[in-house]
C-alpha cells in the first residue's frame, strides 16, 4: 500500500513527465528541421510512457490523476522556442533533463522501469544537439563551421590568452612598483617573483582543470560502459535518433546503430563519440603537458617587462620596460585576429592601450602609495 508520502511523489513526477511531454512537443512545432521534429515527437512518446506508468500508480493508490496545467518554466520555454527557434533553449532542457535523472534516484519504481537511465540519455541527446546543431538547419550549421574552424583552434587560443595574461599582470606590478620610487634592483626582484608567482598558479590551475575533466570523462565512460553491458536496447535507440538528428532516415540510423554497437570493440568508442563528445584516445589531453605550457607561455609574456631591468635602471628601465610592453601588447592583440577574423592592426593598436592604461593606473597608485609612505 502506498504511504501519503508516495502519492505525493507520484504526482510530482507525473507533473514533471507531463511538463517535458507539452515542452517537447513545443520545441516539434518550432522545429524547421524535419529530421529533428521527429527525434523530439520520440523524445515525448518515452515521457509520455512515463506519465502513464506514474497515473496508473495513483490508480493503484486509489488515487486520481490530477488536471495538468504547464508550468511557468514550461510556458516560458515553449514560448522562447517559438519565438527563438528550440537552439536558444537546448542548454537549458539539459540540466533539467540532468535533474529529472537526478530526481529518479533512490526512486525504487523509478529505477525498475529504467526511467533513471532513460531520463539520462535524454539528456546527453540534448547535450549533443546544444553542442552541435543549436537548431540549425544541416546546411547552414556546416557552413558556419566550416568557417569558424579556419580561423583558429584551442592551442592558439591558450597560447595567446596565457601570455597575455603574463604581460599584462607583470607589466602591471613592474610599474606599481616602479611608480612607489624602489630600487632598480627591487623592481627586478619584484618583477621575477610576480613572473614565478603568476606562472605557477596559471600551471596549477591549468593542471587542474584538465585532470578534474579527464576524471570527469572517466567516470561518464564507465556510466556508458556500464550502460552498454545492461542495457544495450537503450544505447542502440538513443544512438539511432542521435544519427536522426544529423539527417539520416529513420530506419538507416537504426540499422547503422545497430550495426556500429555490435561489435565489442568499437561501441564504447562510437557512444563515447556520438553521445558524450568525448574522445576515449585523449580524454582532454595531458594534465603535465597543459600545466607545463601554461607556465611557459605566461613567463613568455611576463618575461618582457621585466627583462629591461636587468640591464638599464631608474627613468631608462621604465620608459624601455613600457616600450617593450607596448610592442608586446600590439604583438598579442594582431595575434589575437587570427581567431577573431578582425583587422591586425586595429585589434593591436586597442591592446596596446588598454594595456599602457592599466600600467599607468598601477604605476599612480605606487606614485601615490610610495609619497605617503615615504613621508
Known sequence: MASKSDVVRYR????????????????????????????YHKLADTERRHAAAWEAKLRAAGELAPAYGPSWRTRVLGWLAQRLGPGFVLPTIVGLEQNASNDYRGQPEAEAQDMLVEERSHARIFGYLSRTTSGLEGS????????????????????????????????????????AGVSSRLILLTGFAGLLAGALSMALGEWLSVQSSRELYEHQLDIERRELNELPEEEQAELALIYQAKGIAPEEAHALAERLLSDEATALDTLAREELGIDPQALGGSAWEAAITSFLLFAVGAIIPVLPYVFLTGTAGIITSAALSAVGLFTIGAAITLMTGRRPVVSGMRQALFGLAAAAITFGVGRLIGVNVGG
Open 12 to 39: 510530482e513526477n507525473l507533473k514533471a513527465e507531463r511538463d517535458a511531454i507539452a515542452l517537447y512537443e513545443r520545441l516539434a512545432e518550432a522545429e524547421p528541421n524535419p529530421d529533428l521534429t521527429a527525434v
Open 140 to 179: 547552414a550549421l556546416a557552413r558556419f563551421e566550416g568557417r569558424h574552424r579556419a580561423t583558429g583552434g584551442n592551442a592558439l587560443r591558450a597560447g595567446v590568452l596565457g601570455a597575455n595574461d603574463g604581460l599584462v599582470s607583470v607589466f602591471s606590478l613592474v610599474m606599481g612598483v616602479a611608480g
